[in-house]
C-alpha cells in the first residue's frame, strides 16, 4: 500500500497560484492513477483532478477547468496540483489519493484509497 503525504497549502491572495504536492513513500505512486480531491468545512469532500499512471489523460472537475492542473514525476513518486486564479471558492483542504479502481472511475471519491493527511488552502479576498 502507498503512503502519501501532500504539502505546499497555504495562505494566498484571490487571483494568487500555489502548487500542491504528493509524495508517495511505500509502494510507489507510478503503479496508480491518482487524484486530488478538496473538503471545504460542512461540505462533502469533492473530486477536483486525476491522472493515470502514464500521465497520458486528465480529467477535472468542471469548476477547476482551466485553471488547475494536475501532472505527475513518475520518477520523483510525487503527483501535483498547479491551483491558477485561486478565490475564496477554493479554500478548503485538499487531498490526493491513488485510485484503486479503473479509470473512468478515478473521479468518485469511493474509487480512492490510501488518502493523505491533506494540505490546507487558504484564501484571502
Known amino acids: 500500500q502507498v503512503q502519501l503525504v501532500e504539502s505546499g497549502g497555504g495562505l494566498v491572495q484571490a487571483g494568487g497560484s500555489l502548487r500542491l504536492s504528493c509524495a508517495g513513500s511505500g509502494r510507489t505512486v507510478s503503479t496508480y492513477d491518482m487524484g486530488w480531491f478538496r473538503q471545504a468545512p460542512g461540505t462533502e469532500r469533492e473530486f477536483v483532478a486525476s491522472?493515470?499512471?502514464?500521465?497520458?489523460?486528465?480529467y477535472y472537475a468542471d469548476f477547476v477547468k482551466g485553471r488547475f492542473t494536475i501532472s505527475r514525476d513518475n520518477a520523483k513518486n510525487t503527483v501535483y496540483l498547479q491551483m491558477n486564479n485561486l478565490g475564496p471558492e477554493d479554500m478548503a483542504i485538499y487531498y490526493c489519493?491513488?485510485?484503486?479502481?479503473?479509470?473512468?472511475?478515478?473521479?468518485?471519491?469511493?474509487?480512492?484509497?490510501?488518502w493523505g493527511q491533506g494540505t490546507q488552502v487558504t484564501v484571502s479576498s
Open positions: 491522472i493515470t499512471v502514464s500521465g497520458g489523460s486528465t
Open positions: 489519493a491513488a485510485c484503486l479502481d479503473l479509470w473512468n472511475r478515478c473521479r468518485r471519491k469511493e474509487a480512492f484509497g490510501s
